[in-house]
């Protein structure tokens, strides 16, 4: 099939734009970016796509939702220009991404789940015994502090670092976030959101949807690579 593939059927760029809801110019762009590969031109200079050439577009859009637009053009030009093992290793990458993304996710729903409430009593601790209650050294609460972690006010009198009960319930998810191996500037927009929403418990919808993002790029992934795969095997065809 390859060979008639490629042959039959010259298609203008306006037949491959319909199918997508694309301008034609869109389609143009595609084959300068190496998206799709070089099109035949006729005598007066218009160009003449194939099947092949449709077949490379579905697979690009196929794979922007699980890779986003830029690596998919990466993956797609790598491919048009031979460098197959290039295109596997930016497939690789996004599936390692997702891995990651994955585990961060676990490691943050384990984290909040360990939390206990914000007592509504104050429950201020000065900085030793918040750090010994943690296991942890007071130089690491100070360096949680300027990394914007923690934010203690000072006592009045003394000019001392006065932990609140927010205060310790964010040392604590840094603590467990920090035994999980994730750097500080990853933790910043967690505390950030448990801060915004007053809370861990608004934060449950947010880690349910988190968790149903990560599963749609998953099954886009695999949609992305079901439709290369399609490409490359006409791509193979058409080179014997």
Known sequence: M???LQNRDRLRPVDLAREHGLSTQAVRNYEADGILP???RSPHGYRAYTPLHALALRAFLALVPGHGHATATSIMAA?????IDDALRLIDESHAQLLD???TLQA????LRDLEPVPQER???FVGPLAGKLGVRPATLRKWERAGLLKPERDPRTGYRVYSAADARDAKLTRQLRRGGYPLERIAPLIEQVRSAGGVVPLESALRDWHDRLAA???ALLAGAAALD???GELAGNSE
């Open 2 to 4: 390859g060979r008639n």
């Open 38 to 40: 070089a099109a035949e």
């Open 79 to 83: 491919v048009n220009r031979g460098a």
């Open 101 to 103: 993304d994955r585990r």
């Open 108 to 111: 943050t729903t384990a984290a």
């Open 123 to 125: 429950g201020d601790l």
């Open 217 to 219: 790029r998953g099954r």
């Open 230 to 232: 399609s490409y490359l």
